[in-house]
């Protein structure tokens, strides 16, 4: 089952434009991270803010996590072509699942030039 | 590169077939995940393995099945195969057994099953 829902599920930016893509989740949390995956291509870890944290930044990238809430954002600052490709926010699972982490089913980002 | 090996990259086989799918994970890595990422079911967790026992249970058919060995590489086991087993199958590590630190992700295999 889906831990994390992202929210848009698609998302179409001009180059220079910032892209923020949202986050919710069901449970409490000790951490959460972002991954991006290219198409076709395997996950790569971004970020990950702990649930202590408010906010953290990572070059051009900036996550923010309130927990009273349940939800994060990712923020992309000044998109490129490059940044093209589909953004999965991620938690550590609950009873059966462990702590693996689970996915939720993504924003698709597309930057045109 | 992520230091996580899959093979084979693509897999075409009939329905009811078998197939193994192979994962080395980054040196050092104890913990081995695999995931299931198809259009409609998204990414969905399907087994770990931490230091050769299994540690959690996802999202997995009981026609699949998986297992580490002491050199710490995985197989996933697929049998019976129908259509809707066509998907990308990811396996990823980590160094410890828990979710804490990220998770490295190789290029995945895709089955096509015909």
């Known amino acids: 089952s889906q831990q994390g829902e992202e929210d848009p599920q698609a998302l179409s930016i001009q180059e220079g434009e910032n892209a923020t893509m949202n986050c919710s989740y069901k449970?409490?949390?000790?951490?959460l991270q972002w991954y991006r995956q290219n198409s076709g291509r395997g996950l790569v870890h971004l970020i990950l803010?702990?649930?202590?944290?408010r906010e953290k930044h990572s070059g051009r990238l900036r996550v923010t996590l309130d927990t009273s809430k349940k939800s994060s954002s990712l923020l992309i600052t000044a998109s490129r072509a490059a940044d093209t490709a589909s953004y999965f926010c991620a938690t550590p699972g609950r009873s059966q699942a462990g702590t693996a982490l689970i996915f939720g089913k993504g924003t698709t980002l597309s930057v045109s030039s | 590169d992520s230091g996580v090996t899959q093979t084979p990259k693509h897999l075409i086989t009939a329905t009811g077939q078998r197939v193994t799918l192979r994962c080395s994970p980054r040196s050092g890595d104890l913990s081995v995940y695999w995931y299931q990422q198809s259009l409609d079911q998204g990414l969905q967790f399907l087994i770990q393995y931490y230091n050769g026992e299994e540690r959690a249970k996802g999202n997995i058919l009981e026609r699949f099945s998986a297992q580490q060995f002491p050199d710490l590489h995985s197989e996933l086991n697929l049998s019976s195969l129908e259509l809707g087993d066509s998907a990308l199958y990811f396996c990823?590590?980590?160094?410890?057994?828990?979710?804490?630190?990220?998770?490295?992700f190789g290029q995945g295999t895709r089955l096509t099953v015909v």
């Open positions: 449970t409490s949390i000790n951490n």
């Open positions: 990823a590590s980590s160094p410890v057994g828990g979710s804490y630190p990220e998770a490295f």
């Open positions: 803010i702990r649930s202590n944290e």
